[in-house]
Every structure is written in structure tokens, then in C-alpha cells.
């Protein structure tokens, strides 16, 4: 017992220094880029203003109100100075004149004022409009990109990738707007402006208030150059995070029954703290420069007035010049700082503009060709020519498969698992195209159709059913939105749904959950088949489509099947071999080559494999202990 504890101690002290030291490395730092070069940088932000310039002339207006404020801004001082070394001090004006004067001269000062809140509002308004159409455009363009993907990208993205581009991103890359673009320009415009001014009314105080920017400027430039790499990391981390969340939640039936809470509560604190610890040296460092205007802001003060003195106490300056100086000093502080601020957040967004630039340039699924011609109407005939396809080079999983199958035939695809029933179907839909070799319909190649127009004609049926959260309707009427209820109704019945719908609690409106787990397996086979039926397809693909079924559910569905496919192409999946007895065509798959074709009668007749396959599954029904599963 001892000796447990002390391992589970050194486990302990081990984690808690692999934490310290930047923690176990995730998938994503692995595989991490390399530091951007200029250039790259530099086509980034090509990139982004290119996304910009839609937006231009909302950019100019912006930019319009925040001359004419950042103008107005540099009247209060003159005001103040004028006071102070014109109205109080003189004697040529009477004593009851010149509390008139200063009230007049204050009203006016009050009234920029005014204008200059009413400038920024409404600056700050458009500015506000402005982010909402770039977040929608970039947000609605990120998302049509990746729901185009290729479904192998998409398995690498994993979905708390995916949302965490829609959500997170997308939202520093909007800041950007304001962050990169807005506030540099506007605080460049008032740090002229200032600037112009100082050297105006007095150049030594000038360049004495100047001389102090250029280091806190610096210190800012070297935690930017640092601070990077952290943000970056960080949200690496936290897509990591998020995809891990989300995978763990989705299969928490599998993480309970397999008793993984412990871990997964481990690997959540492990990686979670990295990411504390990193977030907290990157606010240390933001700490330490704070600390510098802080010091900064009151000896730059101190320094005007000190040697304002000295110029007054010379006979060359006046105490109006130390007061306006003073103003404008901390009118010159602030647009720095904010451009430093934003050239920070810029930091810190640009891994984010890294990644969705970057997802908007992958390569969408299936790009149609220039040339690309709609699919046929109606396909009278689907022709194999020599198909091979592999997902990794060197690998094949089909081989050299050559079918012809007529039109309103059903196709029946048996074999052992792996033998490349599902990936043969896959290239049938198009999620995938054959390595060499073509499939083609009405003697066109399938790459050379559009892809909408022939998935217009496709439907399947999968043998793990994936409802979404809303109603029993919208989910049947999902693959055919302008169903009459009458249609809805029909598919329904021939699913043999309609009895078990009008059965729960609001009927066709009754809302399912999230993938439909308000519902039993049966249940969700059953309107997953009514959505293919409503959808009318020309091509109809079942994956073992009564899998889920009951005894008595599957004989009614199976009913309904042999009338829907007379009427179409059908593939099946079949892993209960007695349920394709009735199929035209019945093709053998073994380790990705064709091994038999034919009839099940035809087939029967022979010493072949598939006549093997169905005599140890009638044995193993009959109840034998030879129980073998296919597919």
C-alpha cells in the first residue's frame, strides 16, 4: 500500500512538472506550424484587406468622423491656454468684461465637446454595424468552405475544431477590424495632430515630451514579439480542448460503461491548466508594461511642469503654455498606448486569421469541372470500368472492380468485414473518386456531372441513423423541404412510422432530441427510411437498413422495401443474407475484390463463398454455437 501511494505521488509530481515546464504537448503543437516569415505575415493581411474592401466606403465614413473629432480635440487646451495667459492676466480688458468672456469661451469648448461625443457615437455606431456584416460574410463563407470539405478533412478537423473556427476565431478576426485597422489610423491622426501642436507652441517641450515614447514604445515591441507564440499555443490548446470535450460528451455512454471518468477528468485538468499557465505568463508580461505607462505617464507630468518652470521663469514661455502642454501630453499618451493595444490584440488574433485564411483557401469536396454537364434524367444504367481506389497511397481497399448494373436493379454488396462494401457505395455518392478507373451513368463519368444535380437523384439510408435536433417532421421532410403533409404522411406509412408517431406526445411535431435519442433505434431506422422515401431518389443506398428492427417491424419494412425498389437503382449492404434473397444482382467482396456475382439461386447452386456465408448464418439462427457475423 505504501508503495502504491508513493508511485501514485511521483505520478503526481511528474505531471505537476511536465505542467510547469509547458505540459504534455498536444496533437495540434505537434503538428504545429512554423514560425510565419514577413511575407507570409504580410499575404495574411493581403488576404484580410481583400476580404475589406466590400466594406470601403463604411471604412471611409469611419474614418471621415474620426478626422473631424480627432480635429476638435485639439481646441479645449488652445482654450484653456488662452484663459489663462489672454483674458485673466490682462488689463485691457474691464474686470466685469472678462467673466463674460470666459464663460462665452467655455461654452464654446463645451459645445466641441458635444460634437465631438456625437461624432464618436455615432463613428462608434458604424463602427458596430460595420463588424456585424464582416463577421456575417466571414462566418457564412467559413462555413459553406467547410461543409465542402472532403469528408477525410473533415474527420481531421473533428467538430470542436470546426466551432471553434465559427466561433472563437471568427471573433478575433473581426476585432481585427477594429484593432488592425480602425484605432491605428484614428490615434495615428491624433498623435500627429498632437504633435503638430506641441511643436507649435513650444518645440524644446516638444521633443522633451517626445523623448519619453520611444521606450515604452520598445518595451511594448519586445512583449508583442514574445506574447505571439503564447496566444498562439493557447489556441491550439484550446481547439484541442474543445474537440476533446465535445468527442468525450458525444460517447459518454462508452466513457461510463468503460469507467474513463477518472481519466478523462485527469487529461481535462492537465491540458486546462497548460493553457491557465500560459494565459497567466502572457498576462505577466502585459502586467510588467502596464506597470511602465504607469510610472511613465506621472514622469512625463512632472518633467513638463519642472522644466515649463524653468521656460517661464526664462522670460520664453507662459503658465497657459505648461497647462496646454499638459493636456496635450496626455492627449499624445493615450492615442500611443492605444496603438500599442491594438498592435497587441493584432498579435494575438493573427494565429486566429491564420487559421480560418488558411481554412478558406482548403479545397472544397468535389469541385465541379468548367465543362461539368447535369446528371442525366433519368440514369438507365450505372457501369464499373476497372474501379480501384485507396485512401493512403499503397493501400488499396478496392481492386480492379468491373459491374454493370441496369437501371431499377438492386444491388446487394455481401462479404466479411473490410472487404469494401461501404467504400464501394461511398464512390457511388461521391464522397469519394476512384483512384483509376471511372464510374459512370449513361456512359458519362460521374466526376464530369455536376455534384448537386446528381446528389439530387441520391439517397441513403445508413446503418447508424443520424437524426437532428428538431420535430419528426422536419427531420422526414429534411431531404425534401416542399413535401405536402399528404407526401409526408405517405412515407410515413410505407416506413411503417406513421403508427408509433401518432403515438407520441405531439405527433409529428414532436421534437426528438439531439441525434434523435428520445427515440429507440427501431424508431429512428424507421423515419430515417420515411426520409428516403419522401425524397423520391433514382438511387437509393441501404446500409442493413432494418439492422435496428424488431422481428415483426423488419417483416413490414421489408414489405414496403421490395415495393420502393422496384422503382429504382438500389445498393444494398446486406449482413443478414436472408434479406437479399430477392436482389437482381448479388456481388461478393473480399479484401476489395470481386469474387462472385450473380443471383442468389445462381449463386446457390455453386461451392462458393457466399453459399458458405448463408449456410453458417441459417445454422447459427437455428441456434448451432457457430456464430459468425458478416459485414
Same mark, same amino acid.
Given at each position: 500500500?505504501?508503495?502504491?501511494?508513493?508511485?501514485?505521488?511521483?505520478?503526481?509530481?511528474?505531471?505537476?512538472?511536465?505542467?510547469?515546464?509547458?505540459?504534455?504537448?498536444?496533437?495540434?503543437?505537434?503538428?504545429?506550424?512554423?514560425?510565419?516569415?514577413?511575407?507570409?505575415?504580410?499575404?495574411?493581411?493581403?488576404?484580410?484587406?481583400?476580404?475589406?474592401?466590400?466594406?470601403?466606403?463604411?471604412?471611409?465614413?469611419?474614418?471621415?468622423?474620426?478626422?473631424?473629432?480627432?480635429?476638435?480635440?485639439?481646441?479645449?487646451?488652445?482654450?484653456?491656454?488662452?484663459?489663462?495667459?489672454?483674458?485673466?492676466?490682462?488689463?485691457?480688458?474691464?474686470?466685469?468684461?472678462?467673466?463674460?468672456?470666459?464663460?462665452?469661451?467655455?461654452?464654446?469648448?463645451?459645445?466641441?465637446?458635444?460634437?465631438?461625443?456625437?461624432?464618436?457615437?455615432?463613428?462608434?455606431?458604424?463602427?458596430?454595424?460595420?463588424?456585424?456584416?464582416?463577421?456575417?460574410?466571414?462566418?457564412?463563407?467559413?462555413?459553406?468552405?467547410?461543409?465542402?470539405?472532403?469528408? =477525410?478533412? %473533415?474527420?481531421?478537423?473533428? #467538430?470542436?475544431? @470546426? /466551432?471553434?473556427?465559427? &466561433?472563437?476565431?471568427?471573433?478575433?478576426?473581426? +476585432?481585427?477590424?477594429?484593432?488592425?485597422?480602425?484605432?491605428?489610423?484614428?490615434?495615428?491622426?491624433?498623435?500627429?495632430?498632437?504633435?503638430?501642436?506641441?511643436?507649435?507652441?513650444?518645440?524644446?517641450?516638444?521633443?522633451?515630451?517626445?523623448?519619453?515614447?520611444?521606450?515604452?514604445?520598445?518595451?511594448?515591441?519586445?512583449?508583442?514579439?514574445?506574447?505571439?507564440?503564447?496566444?498562439?499555443?493557447?489556441?491550439?490548446?484550446?481547439?484541442?480542448?474543445?474537440?476533446?470535450?465535445?468527442?468525450?460528451?458525444?460517447?459518454?455512454?462508452?466513457?461510463?460503461?468503460?469507467?474513463?471518468?477518472?481519466?478523462?477528468?485527469?487529461?481535462?485538468?492537465?491540458?486546462?491548466?497548460?493553457?491557465?499557465?500560459?494565459?497567466?505568463?502572457?498576462?505577466?508580461?502585459?502586467?510588467?508594461?502596464?506597470?511602465?505607462? =504607469?510610472? %511613465?505617464?506621472?514622469?512625463? #507630468?512632472?518633467? @513638463? /511642469?519642472?522644466?515649463? &518652470?524653468?521656460?517661464?521663469?526664462?522670460?520664453? +514661455?507662459?503658465?497657459?503654455?505648461?497647462?496646454?502642454?499638459?493636456?496635450?501630453?496626455?492627449?499624445?499618451?493615450?492615442?500611443?498606448?492605444?496603438?500599442?493595444?491594438?498592435?497587441?490584440?493584432?498579435?494575438?488574433?493573427?494565429?486566429?486569421?491564420?487559421?480560418?485564411?488558411?481554412?478558406?483557401?482548403?479545397?472544397?469536396?468535389?469541385?465541379?469541372?468548367?465543362?461539368?454537364?447535369?446528371?442525366?434524367?433519368?440514369?438507365?444504367?450505372?457501369?464499373?470500368?476497372?474501379?480501384?481506389?485507396?485512401?493512403?497511397?499503397?493501400?488499396?481497399?478496392?481492386?480492379?472492380?468491373?459491374?454493370?448494373?441496369?437501371?431499377?436493379?438492386?444491388?446487394?454488396?455481401?462479404?466479411?468485414?473490410?472487404?469494401?462494401?461501404?467504400?464501394?457505395?461511398?464512390?457511388?455518392?461521391?464522397?469519394?473518386?476512384?483512384?483509376?478507373?471511372?464510374?459512370?451513368?449513361?456512359?458519362?463519368?460521374?466526376?464530369?456531372?455536376?455534384?448537386?444535380?446528381?446528389?439530387?437523384?441520391?439517397?441513403?439510408?445508413?446503418?447508424?441513423?443520424?437524426?437532428?435536433?428538431?420535430?419528426?417532421?422536419?427531420?422526414?421532410?429534411?431531404?425534401?423541404?416542399?413535401?405536402?403533409?399528404?407526401?409526408?404522411?405517405?412515407?410515413?406509412?410505407?416506413?411503417?412510422?406513421?403508427?408509433?408517431?401518432?403515438?407520441?406526445?405531439?405527433?409529428?411535431?414532436?421534437?426528438?432530441?439531439?441525434?434523435?435519442?428520445?427515440?429507440?433505434?427501431?424508431?429512428?431506422?424507421?423515419?430515417?427510411?420515411?426520409?428516403?422515401?419522401?425524397?423520391?431518389?433514382?438511387?437509393?443506398?441501404?446500409?442493413?437498413?432494418?439492422?435496428?428492427?424488431?422481428?415483426?417491424?423488419?417483416?413490414?419494412?421489408?414489405?414496403?422495401?421490395?415495393?420502393?425498389?422496384?422503382?429504382?437503382?438500389?445498393?444494398?449492404?446486406?449482413?443478414?443474407?436472408?434479406?437479399?434473397?430477392?436482389?437482381?444482382?448479388?456481388?461478393?467482396?473480399?479484401?476489395?475484390?470481386?469474387?462472385?456475382?450473380?443471383?442468389?439461386?445462381?449463386?446457390?447452386?455453386?461451392?462458393?463463398?457466399?453459399?458458405?456465408?448463408?449456410?453458417?448464418?441459417?445454422?447459427?439462427?437455428?441456434?448451432?454455437?457457430?456464430?459468425?457475423?458478416?459485414?
Amino acid at each position: 500500500m505504501i508503495d502504491s501511494s508513493k508511485q501514485r505521488y511521483r505520478a503526481f509530481r511528474s505531471a505537476q512538472r511536465k505542467i510547469k515546464h509547458g505540459g504534455p504537448r498536444s496533437e495540434s503543437e505537434e503538428r504545429k506550424k512554423p514560425k510565419l516569415s514577413r511575407d507570409e505575415r504580410k499575404g495574411y493581411m493581403r488576404s484580410y484587406r481583400a476580404f475589406l474592401w466590400p466594406f470601403k466606403g463604411t471604412f471611409m465614413v469611419v474614418f471621415f468622423l474620426a478626422l473631424l473629432s480627432a480635429g476638435l480635440s485639439m481646441a479645449p487646451p488652445l482654450a484653456t491656454r488662452h484663459i489663462i495667459d489672454q483674458i485673466l492676466p490682462t488689463n485691457d480688458l474691464p474686470t466685469a468684461e472678462k467673466w463674460p468672456a470666459v464663460v462665452w469661451l467655455c461654452g464654446g469648448v463645451l459645445a466641441i465637446l458635444i460634437l465631438m461625443q456625437v461624432l464618436d457615437t455615432t463613428r462608434n455606431y458604424a463602427m458596430a454595424v460595420l463588424n456585424a456584416k464582416v463577421i456575417f460574410r466571414l462566418r457564412q463563407q467559413l462555413f459553406d468552405r467547410i461543409l465542402h470539405l472532403p469528408l =477525410g478533412k %473533415l474527420a481531421e478537423l473533428k #467538430s470542436g475544431g @470546426i /466551432v471553434s473556427r465559427l &466561433s472563437q476565431d471568427t471573433d478575433k478576426v473581426t +476585432g481585427m477590424v477594429q484593432m488592425a485597422v480602425v484605432t491605428p489610423t484614428v490615434a495615428g491622426i491624433r498623435v500627429v495632430l498632437t504633435i503638430g501642436v506641441l511643436v507649435f507652441l513650444s518645440w524644446p517641450l516638444a521633443m522633451l515630451a517626445s523623448l519619453m515614447i520611444p521606450p515604452i514604445v520598445a518595451v511594448n515591441m519586445i512583449w508583442i514579439r514574445k506574447v505571439r507564440p503564447i496566444y498562439r499555443a493557447m489556441a491550439e490548446a484550446r481547439s484541442d480542448v474543445d474537440a476533446r470535450v465535445t468527442e468525450t460528451f458525444g460517447g459518454i455512454r462508452v466513457v461510463r460503461t468503460f469507467r474513463r471518468e477518472r481519466k478523462e477528468r485527469r487529461e481535462y485538468a492537465v491540458t486546462h491548466h497548460t493553457i491557465i499557465r500560459k494565459n497567466l505568463l502572457a498576462e505577466r508580461l502585459r502586467l510588467v508594461v502596464s506597470a511602465g505607462w =504607469g510610472l %511613465l505617464i506621472p514622469a512625463i #507630468s512632472l518633467t @513638463i /511642469v519642472g522644466f515649463g &518652470s524653468y521656460l517661464v521663469i526664462q522670460g520664453r +514661455g507662459t503658465v497657459g503654455d505648461i497647462i496646454a502642454f499638459q493636456m496635450y501630453a496626455f492627449m499624445l499618451l493615450q492615442p500611443v498606448s492605444q496603438i500599442v493595444h491594438a498592435m497587441s490584440a493584432t498579435q494575438q488574433a493573427l494565429a486566429a486569421t491564420e487559421r480560418v485564411f488558411d481554412a478558406l483557401d482548403w479545397s472544397v469536396e468535389k469541385p465541379d469541372k468548367p465543362d461539368a454537364q447535369d446528371a442525366p434524367t433519368p440514369i438507365s444504367d450505372i457501369q464499373f470500368d476497372n474501379i480501384c481506389f485507396e485512401y493512403r497511397e499503397g493501400y488499396p481497399v478496392l481492386r480492379n472492380i468491373t459491374l454493370s448494373v441496369p437501371a431499377g436493379s438492386t444491388v446487394a454488396l455481401v462479404g466479411p468485414s473490410g472487404g469494401g462494401k461501404t467504400t464501394l457505395t461511398d464512390l457511388v455518392a461521391r464522397f469519394h473518386d476512384p483512384t483509376i478507373g471511372a464510374i459512370r451513368a449513361n456512359g458519362v463519368d460521374l466526376r464530369d456531372m455536376k455534384l448537386e444535380t446528381y446528389r439530387q437523384k441520391l439517397a441513403t439510408v445508413p446503418q447508424e441513423v443520424f437524426l437532428f435536433d428538431g420535430s419528426v417532421r422536419d427531420n422526414i421532410t429534411y431531404g425534401r423541404r416542399r413535401a405536402t403533409d399528404a407526401q409526408m404522411l405517405d412515407a410515413a406509412h410505407r416506413a411503417n412510422a406513421h403508427e408509433f408517431i401518432k403515438a407520441l406526445p405531439e405527433g409529428y411535431d414532436t421534437l426528438i432530441g439531439e441525434r434523435g435519442l428520445k427515440l429507440s433505434g427501431g424508431q429512428r431506422q424507421r423515419i430515417s427510411i420515411a426520409r428516403a422515401i419522401l425524397a423520391n431518389p433514382e438511387i437509393l443506398i441501404l446500409d442493413e437498413a432494418t439492422s435496428n428492427l424488431d422481428t415483426e417491424s423488419e417483416q413490414l419494412i421489408q414489405a414496403s422495401l421490395e415495393d420502393l425498389l422496384s422503382h429504382r437503382t438500389t445498393f444494398v449492404i446486406a449482413h443478414r443474407l436472408g434479406t437479399i434473397t430477392h436482389a437482381d444482382i448479388i456481388v461478393v467482396l473480399d479484401a476489395g475484390r470481386i469474387v462472385q456475382v450473380g443471383s442468389h439461386a445462381k449463386l446457390m447452386t455453386e461451392d462458393n463463398m457466399y453459399r458458405h456465408m448463408v449456410e453458417r448464418q441459417q445454422r447459427s439462427f437455428a441456434g448451432e454455437s457457430e456464430n459468425v457475423e458478416w459485414g
